[in-house]
């Protein structure tokens, strides 16, 4: 089941889409826009797309299968553009039998719009009282409507503000909304469409159905048996997380990699401080004052912006002379200048190609109009359509036993009898 939201009528419809049958994840997500959204079309007009889509295995209980797919257009890129992230919705999506949710047009009124979904279905609310809120006040907010367990997918003022590397923040397990779907601007697109968050309450949802259950566990547990062989999976990643090995991005996650750094009185809590982050908010700027690092990340987080573009960015200022490189204060200033919507934080939100043909510098660490990243989209093709998490990647690669799983699970869930290829193609 898949809804379409008109955000220009305010209207909600239900559709089966049957032309996407058998597809999950990215495969699912660019198809939509694909196939459905004009080449010509403005990223941030009303004919572009925002669609949202959970992975084939979704709400079942298969470990680490609780990934979200998002895909648009990219105000970044100017072409098709998915980004994946953890946390609680694809999952919860996935117990109410809801496989997409589709959003188009452009809102009647300026204002901020809410986006509930339950097993009664989906409504539209506006909620002008969460305009221009960072992402944690705005969850905040929900939270004390909806209850601490509902899934929250929420813009900042990034989005809000339309700039081309704006994320969209969502919850996992313990509320904080800390995972990401940062490629590519999708923030503007939701922001474009007037919409501030989606929020998912999974209460008295019937839950999934299997052709096959028994086989279903089987299938599972060869996946779980290879997770749990490795030294990643729930040993070296949570003892590295260390002040708390207990957050899980979502139900079923073995690896435990998200991870938390206490925050002083006045801070959100900082999570999901990854490996590119890292790069683009440390070693790239020459920052090596973790604290600070965590508070360029943190604030990225809360304003709603990709920390690999705005690391970007930040090193297009330095080569202006706008800033000086291991400068972390003067780093965190003009995060807090793309926050407020200031002419520069306009600059450095529109990316970090655009912010270094502003500024006349002569390079940016950008292919295609976006920074570089770490994604391995051709290993991970089978991993995003089921809706599994990248670090059964390897596992995957490593063990074919994983891989045997994965293809058992998607077939005793649907009755298919796909082969390991055809689910390939399925997510490429």
């Known amino acids: 089941m898949f809804y379409r939201v008109d955000m220009a009528a305010l209207a909600v419809t239900k559709e089966q889409c049957v032309q996407y049958q058998g ?8 198809r939509i826009v694909a196939e459905a959204v004009n080449p010509n079309t403005h990223p941030l007009g009303g004919e572009n797309k925002l669609a949202l889509a959970t992975g084939l295995l979704a709400g079942t209980g298969a470990p680490n299968a609780g990934r979200l797919s998002v895909s648009a257009k990219s105000p970044l890129t100017g072409m098709v553009k998915e980004s994946n992230a953890g946390g609680e919705m694809g999952t919860k999506l996935g117990r109410l039998g809801i496989r997409g949710i589709i959003v188009e047009g452009l809102p009647p009124e300026d204002t901020a719009y809410v986006i509930r979904v339950s097993a009664n279905g989906l409504l539209i609310e506006t909620m002008p009282e969460l305009k221009g809120l960072t992402i944690s ?21 990034a989005g809000e503000n339309k700039m081309a590397s704006a994320c969209i923040g969502f919850t996992g397990r313990d509320g904080s909304p800390d995972r990401q779907a940062g490629r590519g601007g999708l923030g503007a697109v939701m922001g474009s469409k007037g919409l501030k968050a989606i929020v998912v309450d999974d209460s008295g949802a019937p839950g999934v159905s299997f052709a096959d259950e028994a086989a279903f566990r089987a299938g599972a547990q060869k996946l779980i048996r290879v997770l749990q062989a490795r030294s990643a999976a729930g040993q070296t990643l949570a003892g590295y997380n260390g002040d708390r090995p207990d ?28 490996k590119a982050s890292r790069r683009s908010l440390g070693t790239s700027l020459e920052i090596d004052n973790l604290d600070d690092i965590v508070l360029m990340n943190r604030l990225c987080n809360d304003y709603g912006v990709d920390t690999v573009e705005m690391g970007d960015a930040l090193r297009v200022a ?17 995060i807090h200048e793309m926050g407020k ?5 306009r600059i450095l939100g529109a990316g970090g190609e655009a912010a270094g043909k502003v500024f006349g510098v002569k390079w940016a660490a950008a292919v295609k109009k976006t920074g570089a990243g770490d994604e ?17 990647v390897a596992a995957v690669l490593e063990n074919p ?9 998607c077939n005793a869930r649907y009755g298919w009898n796909k082969t390991t290829e055809e689910y390939i193609n399925m997510g490429n």
């Not at 036993?401 to 699970?409: K, S």
């Open 318 to 334: 330095i080569e202006a002379g706008i800033a000086q490189s291991g400068n972390s204060q003067a780093a965190i200033r003009l």
């Open 341 to 345: 919507a200031t002419p520069l934080g």
């Open 23 to 30: 597809l999950g994840g990215r495969g699912l997500s660019l």
């Open 401 to 409: 036993d994983a891989l045997a799983g994965i293809v058992e699970m």
């Open 247 to 274: 957050r899980l991005c979502s139900a079923g996650c073995m690896i435990r990699c998200p991870q938390g750094y206490p925050a002083k009185p006045d801070e959100v809590a900082a999570g999901g401080l990854k």
């Open 137 to 157: 006040a705005a969850v905040a907010r929900l939270q004390g409507i909806s209850g601490p367990a509902a899934a929250i997918g929420c813009i900042g003022p």
């Open 376 to 392: 391995d989209p051709a290993a991970a093709a089978l991993i995003n359509a089921a809706g599994l998490c990248r670090f059964a």
